[in-house]
């Protein structure tokens, strides 16, 4: 394991850290068979899928949405919780981690066991009508959304929206403020699968780094933030095996 020396770094700061936070991007996901948005092989080198986010389109069309979506979302129930997901789980409830911020809207970290998730992206677990109040669960839209069908509202007729948050929409102020609090109170920030290309919360890390805190960055494709990080490796996958074995073994 040529990483070794900086998966025992890391390993000994997540256990030395009083207030250890994770961070985590589409790259925790890839390895449970999820593609992500930028990469090589990303979700954004398909025809019309930078649609799919657009909260006009949405508006306008919903179905371009659905259409688009209905295997990336609505086929997530056939995926399993990665390695890192699971590790996270695992040193949640070892009161090691104290939070786990998350870019993702796969609810795989709730799904390995995850228990404090901050979702500032927004979350598909509740779809919400267009028109007026009516809001209703994932599992409820989801066998009409598979179909690349649009769930309507049974109140008013008008489209269901998933509670994701579209380009052109506002990150939820609840989840970025619980975000940023978490931040600024971290020791250890541990940065995982996120190019941190995505603002506002591309720039979380620079709020660790502030009051003195230091953060670890795990991506396969370099950051603008690498040169501030503490560690930088690049293999999610055998980090965490590392860190399962080394701290939850």
Do not use: W
Not at 22 to 47: C, E, H, M, Q, W
Not at 172 to 191: G, H, K, M, S, Y
Request: hydrophobic content about 40%; glycine content about 8%; some cysteine.
């Amino acid at each position: 394991m040529k990483n070794e020396t900086a998966y025992r770094e890391l390993a000994d700061r997540i256990a030395a850290a009083k207030h250890c936070v994770a961070f985590t991007g589409a790259g925790v996901s890839t390895l449970s068979g999820i593609r992500d948005f930028r990469g090589k092989n990303g979700l954004y080198t398909l025809p019309e899928t930078d649609k799919m986010f657009d909260i006009e389109v949405f508006r306008e069309t919903p179905s371009v949405y659905y259409r688009l979506a209905k295997e990336f979302i609505y086929g997530l129930q056939e995926k399993e919780p990665s390695i890192v997901h699971q590790v996270l789980a695992g040193l949640e409830s070892r009161g090691i981690l104290k939070a786990l911020i998350t870019q993702n809207i796969d609810l795989l970290h709730q799904k390995a066991g995850s228990k404090h998730v901050i979702e500032v992206h927004g979350s598909p677990s509740r779809h919400s009508c267009t028109h007026c109040s009516y809001s209703t669960t994932f599992e409820d839209v989801v066998e009409v959304a598979r179909k690349g069908e649009v769930p309507l509202c049974p109140k008013c007729g008008y489209a269901l929206k998933p509670n994701i948050t579209f380009f052109g929409e506002a990150l939820p102020f609840a989840a970025i403020t619980e975000a940023q609090n978490e931040c600024n109170r971290a020791d250890l920030l541990l940065v995982l699968g996120s190019s941190l290309t995505v603002y506002p919360a591309a720039a979380l890390p620079q709020l660790t780094l502030k009051v003195g805190g230091a953060v670890a960055v795990v991506n396969e494709q370099p950051t603008y933030f690498d040169g501030y990080a503490v560690l930088r490796c690049t293999d999610l996958q055998e980090c965490f095996e590392y860190l399962e074995h080394t701290l939850l073994g």
